[in-house]
């Protein structure tokens, strides 16, 4: 599978692939940084992760992961939960933050996508620009929306288990947390496990389904 992907990779329009999770990744980890700063954590504003530069957010293996498998990760943004207001509210909205973020990108790709299919053909040549627009937002909607069923898993690292542990009572919470550091071990063993791997496809699947029904595509 992994070596049939790579060797499609760069065969029609599937380099767009690489742009596209780039662009997926830095606005994931920038709803983070951002909503963390409305909230007056200035951490991810002074570490340089408000900004639209790839390098600040990227994790190779993360990037790699987004590319054939169409959902993966970024280097974690920086959040200081001591400057929220509520700490455990605050925490809950930066976590989501990312995922919504993917979402509603999403959302706005198929509505573009929408705008695209209704221009009238004039020409071969309008007829390719046209295509080669419309694979590069679809593809762009498909990773944002794997991004964000991905990072709700609540398992460490990732966004789902900072929004699990937002409102999970205080005694449960220090209990998870005595294995957070085995949290990456975890999710990479599942996503070894077919049924698992399925599993989120088939969730991810079924979320661009609805969006794609939401914007009358």
Not at 29 to 48: C, I, Q, S, W
Not at 66 to 75: Q, R, S, T, Y
Not at 92 to 119: C, D, E
Request: aromatic share 12%; glycine share 6%.
């Amino acid at each position: 599978m992994i070596s049939r992907s790579i060797a499609n990779l760069f065969t029609g329009y599937n380099w767009m692939i690489i742009p596209a999770a780039f662009f997926t990744i830095v606005l994931h980890e920038m709803a983070h940084g951002f909503v963390a700063y409305l909230l007056g954590d200035r951490t991810a504003k002074n570490a340089g992760r408000l900004t639209l530069n790839p390098i600040k957010h990227i994790d190779v293996w993360g990037l790699i992961a987004m590319i054939l498998f169409k959902f993966g990760w970024a280097k974690p943004v920086p959040v200081n939960p001591c400057y929220f207001k509520n700490r455990r509210g605050g925490m809950a909205l930066t976590a989501f933050a990312g995922p919504a973020s993917n979402l509603l990108l999403a959302t706005v790709a198929l509505l573009i996508l929408k705008i695209l299919s209704s221009i009238p053909i004039a020409s071969e040549f309008v007829f390719e620009l046209i295509l080669g627009a419309a694979t590069f937002v679809q593809i762009f909607a498909i990773l944002n929306v794997g991004l964000a069923i991905f990072n709700l898993i609540p398992i460490p690292p990732l966004d789902g288990s900072k929004i699990l542990n937002s409102i999970l009572p205080e005694r449960i919470y220090f209990k998870i947390m005595r294995y957070e550091q085995y949290g990456f071990i975890i999710l990479i063993l599942l996503l070894n496990i077919p049924i698992f791997n399925g599993l989120i496809t088939q969730i991810r699947s079924f979320v661009y389904e609805m969006l794609c029904l939401i914007v009358g595509l």
